[in-house]
Nanobody, 114 residues
Framework: QVQLVESGGGLVQAGGSLRLSCVVS????????MGWYRQAPGKLRELVAT???????NYADSVQGRFTISRDNAKSTVYLQMDSLKPEDTAVYYC????????WGQGTQVTVSS
């Protein structure tokens, strides 16, 4: 069974930066779209960024221009660089394919203080 292990979260002040990592327990070379999701307390999980196998990226409007998704196929790892963080970015962040075909990992908590 494929495992997803997210890391890199933490507590940061508004305007700060964090870099999240997601290690996938299988090769991601052939996975067309990988994505980062987040779930804030009391809210539904939302997709915030995706990256294709050819590194075409897409972002939710709420993070466009502040977040950058990337992938390293050799390391089976997907990254999310988060800059200019806002309190409303506070959530648990998860990775998965764009259609969320794998079992969810434990996620990594991001807390942005004002």
């Amino acid at each position: 069974q494929v495992q997803l292990v997210e890391s890199g979260g933490g507590l940061v002040q508004a305007g700060g930066s964090l870099r999240l990592s997601c290690v996938v327990s299988r090769s991601i070379f052939s996975i067309n779209h990988m994505g980062w999701y987040r779930q804030a307390p009391g809210k539904l999980r939302e997709l915030v960024a995706t990256i294709s196998s050819t590194s075409i990226t897409n972002y939710a409007d709420s993070v466009q221009g502040r977040f950058t998704i990337s992938r390293d196929n050799a390391k089976s790892t997907v990254y999310l660089q988060m800059d200019s963080l806002k309190p409303e970015d506070t959530a648990v962040y998860y990775c998965n394919t764009r259609t969320a075909i794998y079992r969810w990992g434990q996620g990594t908590q991001v807390t942005v203080s004002s």
